[in-house]
Nanobody
Framework: QVQLVESGGGLVQAGGSLRLSCAAS????????MGWFRQTPGKEREFVAR????????YYADSVKGRFTISRDNAKNTVYLQMNSLKPEDTAVYYC????????????????WGQGTQVTVSS
């Protein structure tokens, strides 16, 4: 079992940066793929990025490619999402999630979820 807790959300102006963190508990963290998703009211949860267990493979949604970077520190049981050049359309609740499926992007494949952290980008 893996429990996830996100932090680092907040209010930022367009063009600014934020770094989200997701702290995990459980011995299996270092063996699973981790992802970030986001959701706005009335919309489905949207894939943002994922990273494999070792950090050697990452994948991004087109909407964030070149602006966001996902990384992980298995010694600290933490995954990060560095968000640069933020836009108002990045405003959402951001969730970290874990999966046993290495190349998953569909939230249905992610077993472990955090409670979410709000990111608001003002124009």
């Amino acid at each position: 079992q893996v429990q996830l807790v996100e932090s680092g959300g907040g209010l930022v102006q367009a063009g600014g940066s934020l770094r989200l963190s997701c702290a995990a508990s459980g011995r299996t963290f270092s063996t699973i793929t981790m992802g970030w998703f986001r959701q706005t009211p009335g919309k489905e949860r949207e894939f943002v990025a994922r990273i494999n267990w070792s950090g050697s493979d990452t994948y991004y949604a087109d909407s964030v490619k070149g602006r966001f970077t996902i990384s992980r520190d298995n010694a600290k049981n933490t995954v990060y999402l560095q968000m640069n050049s933020l836009k108002p359309e990045d405003t959402a609740v951001y969730y970290c999630a874990g999966t046993l499926t290495t190349y998953a992007r569909d939230p249905l494949f992610f077993r472990y979820w955090g409670q979410g952290t709000q990111v608001t980008v003002s124009s």
